[in-house]
């Protein structure tokens, strides 16, 4: 009796742990099966018994498909049997999914933001004009109202520009304008915004409550 028990260390390595070790030895029974009828009929037992395991999903299709999956991964693709989705393919499972492409912004002036490269992009496709020139003030405005954000300072026009025409890969040379941007301390206000007001004619009056009634009470 002690030489049949069985220990851990001299049992098959299990390749889905989850599904326990009765339904390996059953997997491994079915693929000694010689007919193929019989195959597919211990396969359909055994897909029903993986589906008992997670009862709510068992009649959904693609649960299905992955139980049929798991079948084939779990008899190390040696099982000869008809899947409904068909047997896949050692290869076709172990091959590495392509990598997501991520899109790969790594602007010099962080404290831009990566829209307003958008912005430069889309302006460089307009026609010279008046409707160009109001866009890229926009933009300049824009730009200088982030920097602001990130410099608690005040900025030059002429930095604004100079990176405007960096970003703009030269396509937008505002260094000449005689116009001036938005005043900085205008742009900080309009920024920052009033959150609440301290007036006192926005509070609304307190009444005191008259303690008159309660001076007549009998007291014990």
């Given at each position: 009796m002690i030489d049949d028990i069985e220990y851990n260390t001299e049992r098959e390595h299990l390749i889905i742990p989850e599904y326990g070790r009765h339904l390996q030895k059953m997997i491994n029974y079915a693929k000694s099966r010689e007919t193929k009828e019989e195959r597919n009929k211990l396969a359909k037992s055994i897909i029903a018994v993986m589906g008992n395991m997670q009862p709510h999903l068992r009649d959904v299709p693609d649960f299905q498909h992955k139980l049929w999956d798991q079948l084939f991964i779990m008899s190390k693709f040696e099982l000869d049997a008809d899947s409904p989705y068909g047997a896949p393919s050692e290869e076709e499972?172990?091959?590495?999914?392509e990598p997501l492409k991520y899109p790969q912004n790594f602007p010099k002036y962080r404290f831009y933001g990566?829209?307003?490269?958008?912005?430069i992009d889309v302006?460089?496709?307009w026609e010279e004009g008046e409707l160009k020139d109001a866009l890229k003030y926009t933009i300049a405005n824009h730009?200088?109202?982030?920097?602001?954000?990130?410099?608690?300072?005040?900025?030059?026009?002429?930095?604004?520009?100079?990176?405007?025409?960096e970003l703009s890969d030269g396509e937008i040379d505002m260094k000449g304008s005689t116009e001036?941007?938005?005043?900085?301390?205008?742009?900080?206000?309009?920024?920052?915004?009033?959150?609440?007001?301290?007036?006192s004619n926005n509070?609304?009056?307190?009444?005191?409550k008259n303690n008159n009634q309660n001076r007549n009470k009998k007291r014990y």
């Open positions: 499972l172990s091959e590495k999914p990566n829209n307003i490269k958008t912005m302006a460089n496709t730009m200088k109202k982030c920097f602001l954000n990130w410099n608690k300072d005040t900025v030059e026009d002429y930095v604004i520009f100079n990176h405007l025409f001036p941007l938005t005043d900085s301390s205008a742009l900080m206000k309009a920024s920052s915004g009033k959150k609440y007001s301290n007036n509070r609304k009056p307190q009444h005191k």
